[in-house]
């Protein structure tokens, strides 16, 4: 309370992306408690789109104030409520893609979303808010409480949006499952944060790591039992192998813009706060010259190439589009969690800007495959592999589209997908994690041949009906919108890669004091 009273009214112009969302969610939700049953609820969609706008200029804001034109002059880090609260450029460029990729996921619903599949459309629009609201508290968290209450709020909402398909039984299974595996994995991680509090006598993650610095000796088994609750929690959050058993039947049951968001921007935030924690505690500091840090980094790289296999391997039996793209968002969480498990080194500065580059490609072809997936599912009500036959006889532009999409995946030039994995293997290499970059080259050649067998569904199949593709508006511009951005990636992607490394700082956004 003590904190909280010494907030002022500049303390609150910082707390601005994240106060506008709560202001949009409020008023939505009461305007659909308000307006009668009949009336047409779409226009909650774009109201929330505004939100989610408001919301980005303010990050934007935030951005420029950390990083002012004259280079010359240095502007440290906001942190608010003693340090519990971190507003920089790490935390703002992964605010921006949160909200990119919720107003994409927003975008392409309006006008693909059905009374009889959800009957209340209201909430299923602004529900999204409160979710990423999640997320953005996770992001600028500096202490272990505000990360928890942001994990749930995300993990709670989600939780909702899985079952919002109330009349199917596979969407209230999955979400029943989703309810349960996240209560295990939120009290997994809790109970791993209560051992860091235990030993430190604090929940901020630099008196964490300064305790444990001057104490590994007294604490060292209970510092490892801590470590691997806490990446055995967030491995479920990013849903890596062997933790992620619950994202097939969820990814299937939920509607499809929800399946993007938690393949999306649920996992981003995951990986938020894996980068966040696991650095900010166990790579810092006295830690570094300690057993715990090499046996960390070690069982990191162990889960990204259990990860990697696992995901890629299984999804070469799947049938079902949504639970092969959950299967090969399993095998992206290994690709995305190396940057992590090869630490900073003299040569390799640049971890951080390989995981974000990388997590920006994945939203863009990740989200525009589901896009199609739903075109798809929508005119043939069948969300199987063998729905996408014939479908470049069909929509010439949106087989295309797909083509480009898929290639993306698999990590084909000349694409965004194909330089996030490049950059991130040049890393291990740099390090000498040459078997880590093995795996990624061989998982990677494995992928092919399922990202290829919905391509040939499209090219080289005829559907067995000649079924209509009904797009809207909204799905088509969905598409292209991933689809161009997944190509500029590919041919420009020093653009985006010099923009963050000028952003972003080791020294004052990780290592902060």
């Not at 709020?153 to 199917?168: A, D, F, P």
């Not at 349960?180 to 006598?201: E, N, R, T």
């Not at 991130?424 to 390090?431: C, D, E, P, R």
Request: contains cysteine; proline residues 3%.
């Amino acid at each position: 309370m003590d904190q909280l009273q010494r907030l002022t009214a500049g303390d609150i112009v910082h707390l601005a992306p994240e106060l506008s969302l709560v202001i949009f969610a409020v008023i939505l939700s009461l305007l659909d408690l308000a307006l009668p049953r009949s009336f047409n609820r779409t226009w909650l969609g774009w109201l929330a789109l505004v939100g989610l706008a408001v919301s980005a200029a303010f990050v934007i804001g935030d951005i420029a104030a950390l990083n002012p034109a004259d280079a010359a002059q240095s502007v440290e880090p906001i942190t608010l409520l003693g340090g519990s609260w971190r507003i920089d450029d790490y935390a703002n460029l992964f605010k921006l893609l949160f909200l990119g990729g919720t107003a994409l996921v927003l975008f392409m619903s309006i006008g693909n979303i059905k009374d009889e599949d959800i009957p209340h459309r209201g909430e299923f629009f602004y529900l999204f808010l409160p979710a990423t609201i999640g997320a953005m508290v996770m992001a600028s968290s500096g202490d272990l409480i505000t990360l928890f209450v942001g994990l749930e709020l995300l993990s709670i909402t989600s939780y909702v949006l899985v079952g919002m398909h109330k009349k199917r039984y596979v969407s209230n299974e999955s979400a029943f499952k989703y309810v349960v595996m996240g209560g295990i994995s939120s009290a997994i991680i809790l109970y791993g944060m209560s051992f860091l509090y235990g030993m430190s006598g604090s929940t901020k993650l630099v008196q964490i790591n300064q305790a444990l610095s001057d104490n590994y000796a007294s604490f060292e088994p209970l510092i490892y039992v801590a470590f691997f609750m806490l990446l055995a929690g967030f491995g479920f959050k990013i849903a890596a192998a062997p933790f992620h058993m619950w994202a097939p039947d969820v990814y299937e049951g939920a509607p499809a813009p929800v399946t993007a968001y938690l393949a999306v921007i649920s996992k981003a935030a995951g990986f938020a706060i894996t980068f966040r924690v696991l650095y900010g505690i166990f790579g810092i500091g006295g830690l570094i010259q300690q057993n715990i840090h090499t046996d960390a980094l070690t069982a990191i790289s162990v889960v990204a190439a259990a990860a990697m296999i696992v995901g890629n391997a299984v999804a070469l039996r799947q049938k079902n589009m949504k639970r092969l793209l959950a299967y090969s968002g399993v095998a992206n969480a290994g690709y995305l969690l190396v940057p992590i498990s090869t630490h900073y080194g003299i040569v390799h500065l640049s971890n951080f800007s390989e995981l974000f580059f990388y997590l920006i490609a994945y939203l863009f072809m990740n989200i525009g495959a589901v896009a199609v997936l739903m075109v798809v599912s929508n005119s043939g009500k069948n969300e199987n592999i063998s729905a996408f036959a014939g479908l470049y006889y069909r929509a010439p532009a949106t087989a295309v589209a797909m083509v480009i999409l898929l290639l993306s995946l698999a990590g084909l030039p000349v694409t965004g997908g194909f330089f996030g994995k490049l950059y991130i293997m040049l890393g291990t290499l740099q390090m000498h994690q040459y078997w880590l970059a093995a795996v990624m080259i061989g998982t990677s050649v494995i992928s092919f041949y399922y990202y290829f067998s919905v391509i040939r569904q499209m090219f080289l199949r005829s559907a067995s009906e000649e079924m209509p593709i009904s797009r809207s508006l909204t799905s088509q511009i969905t598409i292209w919108i991933c689809t161009a951005a997944t190509l500029l990636t590919g041919f420009f992607p020093h653009v985006l890669l010099r923009f963050v490394e000028t952003i972003f700082s080791v020294q004052g956004d990780m290592f902060f004091k």
